[in-house]
């Protein structure tokens, strides 16, 4: 006969709960009050212990899982597996009403209650029976659901057979189910009170690391187990040594039975003036064989399945400095000639159309990985923005109106892939390239009108920039490491290279009307030039890596590596010899720079790890040599300087799923060449900028913290982080203005008294109380820093502070609901402008809602406020409402055809709209974005995975 301590399947352990709206200030004590009570009772000397061992054979069953969960709210006290002769012992748990819950690999669990009333009380369980399941149904009929969740060291994995699987549901869908995770309307996954970033499939990525390409579009029928963990860097996996460097990963295990197959799904969709979009996807799965394809157009701001990756090199071609001593190239002081970034923010209206392939593959016992995928894909925007902006001077105003027409397009096609081969069982070789070609054009109008305080008319500067760029990018690097003989002994070498060529030409034409304080016009400037810009960078970086245990707690890592950055920039403008003729180059604008640069790099970090603590300290040198030299002039620049990275952090394992970390940073910031000798441009003849060859390096200050807690069986997370930043010897900028004529020159410089900083602080909690997910969470950010206006010190001060409060609820095939609001009041103050301030309250919120009716249909909402009080700065208040909607008919058994009708900014309310104030200016913009509109799609999920389709659970 079966007792009642034996079920075929994992017992549910619902916590005791009140079911009430429990404040903020509750759940922070909660969490520091469980942790002080789980420092208080490791005191405690009682313990429990048993033996577990099979019911037929009396075998022992080595590292069986034993696990002590508190009774009044399931949460997990203490954790341990058997020994080889299948005892375990677990002290130290205090007093109270417990479960015993005993867990091994096909068999029966095991779950009892007991309790322990004082300090020295033992507990002993003799012998736990456990039976073999399919024993156990060979002689009765148990009903119930599969063990849902199992720990695994620090993996958390979870059973989909637990779980209901709709037809046709995605793997999303499926994740929405899962204790501990938690799905916004947009895709969105945070798990463990943590942002997912890389959502993999059988441990590989899938059309890159954009988590969406799987969660929307795999089937959540294929899924066989989900795992959550916190991915190591591939230097900390292969070496053991945590670096602290870790990404919270979801990996996707599919059932053997769905390898093999295809799937994919078409969604097409029409909508009133002129509205639309398309989506085709197609995979074919042949064991650890993987192809895929997909397609997309559209004009309604999907810009495709996951267009969101940069490439390593970038698109830029100024010159700045990374954080490990070399120079690279960044566009921010240039003509804009590639102003276009290639991606849509909201601002103007997309035509985007992308496409991509993947394919990756594992063969002889894994030995060999391939992993590639090609990408092409064009985005044209076109848009209107209008800009207001008030620059407050010392004891004087200027006001400028700016209205701006743009058209921008970008062609782009990448292909990539990643080589992985096991040389033997000590060392690995990976190598990886990719390849990039761009096109993109660039059209912008601009007309700009400044006033004086008094209202008469300073300047007006009508201009049209013009540009063509043709860039190819190429990346390559091997990744080579060798475990020795001695254990955590290691050696690894990672090399790269890239190149950047890039070809640029456009058009400037400006007319600068500048008037006088009696608002006649004074003189007129006209530009009309020809521009051209070719630069190419090559670069070469190497590092060498060896890690050597010291003690069994202690191990050094000793790096050395050389950073090689070569660049040669070619600008040049033309002015006209006859209309339409550009043929004479302009001395004063044109420029030939080449730039070299040397870094030499050693690092020496220790790495301390006992028990549940983890620190680490060491420092970071790098010795960098910078040469520039001016073709035009022969002019040349040198420069030699060392840059200090010291680090410390300190990390305290508080549990499986919860640590406390603080650290400490400190890097050199050198200036930039544009802020040392800048390249000479006029394409905004209002602002220019000048160069100080005399600027010294700034030093930054970084202090962090953040502590992370989350339990399994209660489903409930506190994540608290902070950060703090201080520069000593800072580069700011100084900006005189001329008010007469309303242009203005920028020098950087350094400030030797001030010290700007910069902070930030989250707490955020989340926990199921009667099946809700409540999850209040407080932010505050803001920071202090300096600028010269007019040579006088300018200090602005800007803090934001905001709470909000997010409830959930699902239930598949259901309903889901998710609502999200709260308060925001912001402060801001300039120094040189003492009687105006920017302080104002604001509050938003967002919720979408979605519920399965009878018949197959299905109608579900989103929608967002926003709301910006009246200011100083801001004499008018601003409130918007954004409300989308669909209706959706389902057809077919298996839900295969979906046919839905949708309304987009039901409210016609979605103006585009941005204010900001800084420094000593104040901006508000307005700009052309999407608005209402109806849309009838169709969409047709489409499956030949071997197994069919499983009944429904």
């Known amino acids: 006969m079966i007792t009642k301590n034996l079920v075929i399947n994992c017992r549910t352990l619902k916590p005791y709960m009140k079911l009430t709206l429990t404040l903020l200030a509750y759940f922070c004590l909660l969490s520091f009050t469980t942790f002080a009570q789980t420092s208080t009772t490791l005191k405690a000397p009682n313990l429990v212990k048993g033996i577990i061992i099979d019911s037929a054979s009396n075998a022992k069953l080595q590292n069986a899982s034993i696990s002590i969960l508190r009774a009044k709210d399931s949460t997990l006290v203490k954790f341990t597996r058997a020994t080889p002769n299948g005892t375990f012992t677990v002290n130290n748990i205090g007093t109270g009403k417990f479960i015993l819950l005993v867990t091994y690999p096909a068999y029966a669990d095991y779950v009892e209650d007991f309790s322990l009333d004082s300090v020295k009380a033992q507990r002993s369980f003799g012998n736990i029976d456990l039976q073999l399941k399919a024993r156990l149904l060979n002689t009765v009929l148990v009903t119930g659901r599969v063990a849902a969740i199992k720990i695994k060291g620090d993996t958390t994995e979870y059973n989909a057979k637990a779980f209901t699987i709709q037809p046709n549901s995605k793997v999303e869908d499926l994740l929405k189910q899962l204790p501990g995770i938690q799905v916004d309307k947009d895709g969105k996954i945070t798990a463990q009170g943590q942002t997912v970033s890389k959502v993999l499939v059988d441990g590989e990525e899938f059309f890159g690391d954009d988590p969406t390409l799987v969660t929307k579009n795999i089937r959540g029928d294929m899924v066989d187990k989900v795992q959550v963990y916190d991915k190591k860097s591939d230097q900390a996996t292969f070496t053991g040594i945590d670096d602290g460097q870790k990404t919270k990963t979801i990996n996707i295990k599919l059932k053997e039975d769905k390898k093999n197959g295809y799937f994919g799904k078409i969604d097409v969709g029409i909508g009133t003036d002129g509205y639309y979009q398309g989506q085709g996807l197609f995979n074919k799965f042949q064991g650890k064989k993987k192809m895929s394809a997909y397609g997309t157009i559209g004009n309604t701001g999907k810009t495709g399945l996951g267009w969101n990756d940069n490439n390593k090199l970038g698109t830029s071609d100024g010159a700045q400095m990374s954080d490990d001593g070399y120079f690279y190239f960044d566009n921010s002081g240039r003509d804009a000639l590639d102003s276009f970034s290639g991606r849509y923010d909201g601002q103007g209206i997309p035509v985007a159309r992308t496409g991509g392939l993947h394919y990756d593959d594992k063969w002889k016992n894994d030995k060999y990985t391939l992993n590639t995928n090609y990408k092409i894909g064009s985005l044209e925007v076109d848009g209107t923005r209008n800009t207001i902006q008030q620059q407050n001077l010392p004891g004087n105003v200027i006001n400028s109106v700016t209205d701006q027409t743009f058209n921008n397009y970008m062609f782009r096609q990448k292909l990539d892939a990643t080589y992985t081969i096991k040389l033997d069982t000590t060392s690995t070789l990976k190598i990886s390239a990719d390849g990039t070609l761009k096109n993109s054009t660039t059209n912008t109008t601009n007309l700009a009108t400044s006033k004086r305080e008094d209202g008469s008319l300073l300047n007006v500067n009508n201009r049209n920039l013009s540009n063509d760029l043709d860039q190819q990018l190429f990346n390559a690097s091997a990744f080579y490491t060798k475990k020795l003989k001695k254990t955590g002994r290691t050696l690894s070498l990672n090399v790269s290279t890239g190149i950047t060529d890039s070809k640029a030409h456009g058009f400037l034409k400006s007319k600068l009307d500048l008037y006088d304080k009696q608002g006649q016009l004074d003189s007129s400037q006209v530009v009309d030039q020809l521009k051209t810009d070719n630069t190419k960078t090559t670069r070469f970086n190497t590092t060498l890596t060896y890690t050597e245990p010291l003690t069994k707690a202690l191990a050094m890592v000793l790096s050395y590596g050389i950073s090689l950055n070569n660049s040669n920039s070619d600008r040049r403008s033309f002015d006209q010899s ?347 913009s307005t700009y052309t974005t999407i608005r209402r509109y109806f849309m009838l799609s169709v969409v047709w999920d489409f499956s030949g995975m071997g197994g069919g389709t499983p009944a429904k659970k």
């Not at 934001?800 to 239930?811: A, F, H």
Request: avoid cysteine.
């Open 578 to 924: 006859a209309p339409g003729v550009y043929n004479i180059l302009n001395d004063s604008l044109s420029n030939h720079y080449i730039f070299n640069q040397t870094s030499n790099q050693g690092g020496l970090n220790f790495n301390y790890k006992k028990g549940k603590s983890l620190l680490r300290f060491g420092t970071k040198v790098a010795n960098v040599g910078f040469k520039q030299v001016d073709e035009f002039t022969g002019n040349s620049a040198e420069r030699n300087f060392t840059n200090w990275n010291p680090q410390v952090n300190y990390q305290y394992k508080i549990s499986t799923y919860g640590s406390l970390n603080v650290g400490y940073t400190g890097s050199q910031n050198q200036p930039t060449i544009d802020q040392l000798q800048p390249i000479r441009v006029n394409t905004d003849p209002l602002n220019i900028v000048i160069g100080n060859p005399n600027l010294k390096p700034s030093f930054r200050h970084t202090f962090n913290a953040w502590y992370n807690m989350y339990k399994v069986i209660s489903d409930q997370s506190v994540y608290i982080n902070g950060n703090y930043t201080y520069f000593t010897n800072p580069i700011v900028n100084n900006t005189v203005t001329d008010t007469t004529l309303g242009k203005s020159v920028t020098q950087a410089l350094n400030l030797t008294n001030q010290k700007p900083y910069n902070y930030s602080v989250y707490i955020g909690m989340n926990r199921k109380i009667a099946g809700i997910n409540i999850g209040p969470n407080l932010n505050s950010n803001g920071n202090v820093y300096y600028s010269m206006v007019n040579n006088a010190l300018n200090r602005t001060k800007s803090y934001t502070y905001s709470g909000q409060l997010s409830l959930s609820k699902y239930k598949e095939k259901k309903y889901q609901i998710y609502v999200n609001a709260g308060p925001t009041y912001t402060i801001g103050q300039s120094s040189l402008q003492p009687s105006i301030n920017n302080n104002g309250r604001g509050f938003s919120g967002n919720y979408y809602i979605n519920f399965f009716l009878p018949g197959k249909f299905q109608i579900s909402s989103d929608g967002q406020y926003e709301y910006k009080a009246a200011t100083q700065s801001f004499d008018t208040d601003f409130r918007r409402t954004i409300i989308n909607a669909t209706i959706t008919k389902s057809f077919f058994k298996s839900d295969a055809v979906k046919l839905s009708i949708s309304g987009n900014d039901l409210l016609n309310q979605n103006s585009g709209f941005s204010r900001s104030a800084s420094s000593n200016l104040i901006t508000q």
